[in-house]
């Protein structure tokens, strides 16, 4: 039997306490987009092999996937996948297609929480597992002292009459060992923290659930804002430099929804959809070195077929 998962990217708004204050770190805001997405094929095998792109880290996923579940192997085909990192999310997306679609292809059922956990996943941000799960906006709460994956805490439809101009400029975002040593040095004052969580449960939450385009552009930027104060020491400014300039970029053409996603380099502007493609010729023209594209919400997650 032959499965194929598709499964979204995602933006990240931000994590609220990167510092652990009070015995609960992190907490995370973001959403699901429909593009670029990750399709990866499989189907039961004799050994793990993979095909097509980042077969090296696609097979390391898989073997921990068929060690987990006492497969023999899969043969992977990863058919595409957002560039690594960028700040789009596609290791987790990868990570979990591949989950998914193996044990789906041995007919065994596998809960994305469990797979994420397994393929370690999660272990600051739950955003990209539940964008992978549902689709949509989410909120997850961090992690306290007992919690073996960051609970769900808010997930909602993204109106879809709102969409993302979003750019991707030359460079790569912090990750690995430089990511770890970047969250030990953080030290943000309490008061952004308290601030951010403000934001989202008065402003941001209310904004979306009453699809108030300006009200949500207006604190979207202003939740950036706080958290990218709160990293500033790791990345040299509210924002990384080559995002910094981007963002310019998109406020100069009137978006004023706008912010970097996770450690960057990408960014987006939030704009009405009926008015996204003449704002995305703009946007090309004002950022003619980055890769610029629509993307809209994607408030179902992953899409699994099976053939045969």
């Not at 880290?57 to 579940?69: G, H, P, V, W, Y």
């Not at 789906?104 to 597992?129: Q, Y």
Request: no cysteine; hydrophobic share 40%; net charge neutral.
């Amino acid at each position: 039997m032959k499965v194929k998962v598709s499964s979204p990217a995602r933006l990240h708004f931000g994590i609220l306490n990167p510092s652990e204050l009070e015995g609960r770190g992190y907490g995370s805001v973001g959403l699901a987009i429909d593009r670029p997405r990750t399709v990866v094929e499989a189907e039961p095998y004799g050994e793990v092999k993979a095909e097509g792109l980042r077969t090296e880290d696609a097979e390391n996923f898989a073997r921990k996937i068929t060690s987990t579940l006492g497969l023999r192997g899969v043969k992977l085909k990863v058919l595409s996948i957002a560039p690594v990192h960028v700040g789009l999310g596609s290791s987790t997306q990868l990570a979990l297609s591949i989950a998914m679609a193996t044990a789906k292809a041995h007919k065994l059922d596998l809960d994305p929480l469990e797979a994420s956990i397994v393929m370690g996943r999660g272990t600051r941000s739950g955003v990209g597992t539940y964008a992978f799960k549902h689709g949509g906006f989410i909120v997850d709460g961090g992690r306290g002292a007992n919690t073996s994956f960051p609970p769900l805490i808010f997930n909602h439809p993204f109106p879809e009459e709102w969409s993302f101009i979003v750019a991707i400029p030359k460079g790569l975002g912090l990750h690995g060992g430089g990511e770890a040593e970047a969250f030990r040095s953080l030290k943000p004052p309490k008061e952004l923290i308290y601030r951010a969580s403000y934001v989202i449960l008065l402003k941001l939450i209310p904004a979306l659930l009453e699809h108030d385009f300006e009200s949500f552009s207006k604190w979207l930027t202003e939740l950036q804002q706080i958290v990218g104060s709160m990293f500033s020491p790791a990345q040299g400014g509210v924002y990384g430099k080559p995002s910094q300039e981007a963002i310019e970029a998109l406020m100069s053409l009137g978006i004023k929804g706008v912010g970097q996603s996770s450690w960057g380099p990408s960014v987006y502007g939030l704009v009405e959809t009926k008015k996204a493609e003449e704002l995305l010729d703009e946007a090309e023209r004002a950022l003619s070195k980055a890769e610029v594209f629509l993307a809209h919400p994607d408030n179902v997650g992953a899409r699994v077929e099976v053939e045969g």
